[in-house]
């Protein structure tokens, strides 16, 4: 059989973590792709120092290596949706299978790859870039093929669980644990993508279009971060039997689909909940095999290179036996994707945590609750703490039923509105998880 060609782009940590997995474990990989798989091209602006590179070809100039006729399959491992847009779009032109772990190259531009790639008759392939190295795309788009997704949620950034794990765990406060993450390697050397949320909203985009069938919509998702959480907010979540965890949630309902990303408390007792430090998960609710829960590494050099390798003994085992890729890019026929309206946050409906600092003095809590009815949100849990020695205020903390966020804004107004009320309300959705 012949051998399969692979170009390398980027050798940066999936990119030296993808040149190890190819170069030491070489006969493994072949016996699974049922071919030889020869690494003919690498493109990077500099050497790695975990990655001999002698007996290789090696181009500074990384789009050498979309235009080597050689090369089969190019492996995009550089970034960022500029340089590396123009690298992939170059080489599906010229013909080439790609594979990346770019997820917001996927998520914003993921429509129109997706479609050259089909007009070129190629495929573009994107395992490790939601999740690192758990299989979730595989899952998605082939395992569960059989069923309708009603939702899914995800802890899909270890960068903000990793913080969230810490604040629980010993205490602390975000600022401080963000400091370690990135002296430890976990942040980036900008974290907004990681605490902001909007690496978790490139992958959710990513995870929604394939669950339901609909193109790629990054400019829809509604993302919160996790920058304004306190450990006192920890610590209440903790009292009432519920975790924060910073949620990518995506779910069908009647009037089209909810795409998210936020905090959220979720009931301890879940396996999500229990989701620790760096580590990833996903649950997935399907119509015929009910939740099933995806966990592993969502990040590091070797995790993700297993995902990208995966990818390339796939589409190698094709193009060893003369097929076409036979998976659609998004598990769908382009033609069969549904164009479902992306529900307003206003008409999202949750349950929620709220925290505020009252005044310690009789009709106040019966003030909120009576604010709270006007709209129709009731009470199902509320925690009010006595004063400190000397204090008039106390904080106050409640757990609504499930609201339309709309009707959750009027009220924390109004409330906020209440003279003995100081300072804001911190809200927080809450998700049972359960159906
Ligand atoms: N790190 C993870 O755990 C992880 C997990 C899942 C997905 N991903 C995704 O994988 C991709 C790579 O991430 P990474 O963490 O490996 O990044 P990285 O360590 O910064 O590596 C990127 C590499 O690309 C090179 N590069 C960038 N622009 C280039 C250009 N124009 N020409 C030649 N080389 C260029 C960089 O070279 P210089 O060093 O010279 O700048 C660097 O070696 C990203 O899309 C990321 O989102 C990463």
Redesign the pocket.
């Known amino acids: 059989m012949n051998a399969v060609k692979i170009g390398l782009?980027?050798?940066?940590?999936?990119?030296s973590g993808t040149f190890r997995l190819l170069h030491e474990d070489e006969g493994n990989i072949a016996a699974h792709a049922r071919c030889p798989l020869t690494l003919t091209h690498i493109?990077?602006?500099?050497d790695h120092p975990d990655c001999d590179t002698a007996n290789y070809q090696v181009s500074r100039d990384?789009f050498a290596v979309v235009d080597d006729p050689e090369v089969d399959i190019v492996v995009e491992?550089?970034?960022?949706t500029t340089?590396a847009k123009d690298l992939v779009e170059k080489a599906i032109a010229n013909g080439k299978h790609v594979v990346t772990?770019?997820?917001?190259?996927i998520a914003e531009f993921g429509n129109e790859l997706f479609a050259a790639a089909n007009a070129a008759g190629v495929a573009l392939r994107y395992e490790?870039?939601v999740a690192?190295g758990i299989p979730i795309i595989k899952a998605l788009r082939e395992g569960l093929s059989a069923n309708q997704v009603s939702w899914l949620a995800g802890i899909i950034n270890g960068t903000g669980n990793f913080i969230l794990s810490e604040m629980r765990d010993k205490g602390r406060e975000f600022a401080d644990v963000l400091a370690e993450a990135q002296a430890l390697g976990y942040a980036e050397a900008d974290p907004t993508f990681d605490v902001e949320g909007i690496d978790a909203a490139h992958k959710l985009v990513i995870l929604a279009a394939i669950a339901f069938g609909t193109p790629l919509q990054f400019s829809s998702v509604y993302c919160e971060g996790i920058t304004r959480l306190t450990p006192e907010d920890v610590d209440y979540a903790e009292e009432l039997g519920y975790r924060i965890k910073h949620l990518g949630v995506a779910r069908r309902s009647e009037r089209g689909v909810e795409l998210r990303v936020h905090p959220t408390l979720i009931p301890e007792h879940r396996l999500l909940a229990n989701v620790n430090g760096v580590k990833n998960a996903v649950l997935v609710e399907g119509s015929a095999v009910g939740p099933t829960l995806y966990y592993g590494a969502g990040?590091?050099?070797a995790p993700?290179a297993s995902a990208v390798v995966a990818d390339v003994v796939d589409l190698a085992r094709d193009l060893g036996a003369g097929q076409q890729p036979r998976v659609a890019h998004l598990g769908f026929d382009c033609q069969a994707l549904q164009d479902l309206p992306v529900v307003p946050m206003a008409d999202v409906e949750t349950a929620w945590y709220l925290r505020m600092e009252a005044e310690d003095r009789p009709g106040v809590l019966s003030d909120i609750a009576s604010i709270l009815s006007q709209q129709g949100i009731s009470i199902e849990a509320l925690i009010q703490k006595a004063p400190e020695e000397g204090e008039s205020r106390v904080p106050v903390i409640i757990l609504t039923n499930v609201a339309a966020q709309g009707k959750l804004d009027s009220a924390v107004a109004a409330i906020e509105a209440l003279p003995s009320i100081t300072n804001g309300i911190a809200r927080i959705r809450v998700e049972s998880l359960d159906g």
């Open positions: 782009c980027g050798l940066g940590t999936v990119g493109g990077a602006r500099r990384i491992l550089i970034g960022g340089v772990a770019n997820k917001a190259l490790a870039a690192g990040a590091g050099a993700t």
